[in-house]
């Protein structure tokens, strides 16, 4: 049974970095395509940023490009988002998702992903 976890919220001030972790566990062969996904109240989970199997391929919502950093590592199945300048407005539960495990291409619909994580906060404050 594949397991999804995240790692690494917390609060931060305007302008400051946090670094998130996800390991996912149990029967993940062949690096599937792996992304970061954020949630507010009332609203759906929105895209933040993906990555391919192999780490060569990556996309990020425009919201975060430029601040926000995705990468993994394939060996011990983990990804990684580092965020830089970040602003009230990624205030967030941060979900980390996999694609399943022969699907290597990733994709910015949430719905393309079927192993999700519990979330971790994300509170940026002003």
């Known amino acids: 049974q594949v397991q999804v976890a995240e790692s690494g919220g917390g609060l931060a001030q305007a302008g400051g970095s946090l670094r998130l972790s996800c390991e996912a566990s149990?029967?993940?062969?062949?690096?599937?395509?792996m992304g970061w996904f954020r949630q507010t109240p009332g609203t759906g989970r929105e895209f933040v940023a993906v990555?391919?199997?192999?780490?060569?391929?990556?996309h990020y919502a425009d919201s975060v490009k430029g601040r926000f950093t995705i990468s993994r590592d394939s060996a011990k199945n983990m990804i990684y988002l580092q965020m830089n300048s970040l602003e009230p407005e990624d205030t967030a539960v941060y979900h980390c998702a996999s694609r399943t495990k022969n699907l290597t291409r990733p994709s910015m619909n949430a719905g393309a992903y079927i192993h999700w994580g519990q979330g971790t906060q994300v509170t940026v404050s002003s």
């Open positions: 149990g029967g993940i062969l062949n690096s599937p395509a």
């Open positions: 990555i391919s199997g192999t780490g060569a391929d990556t």
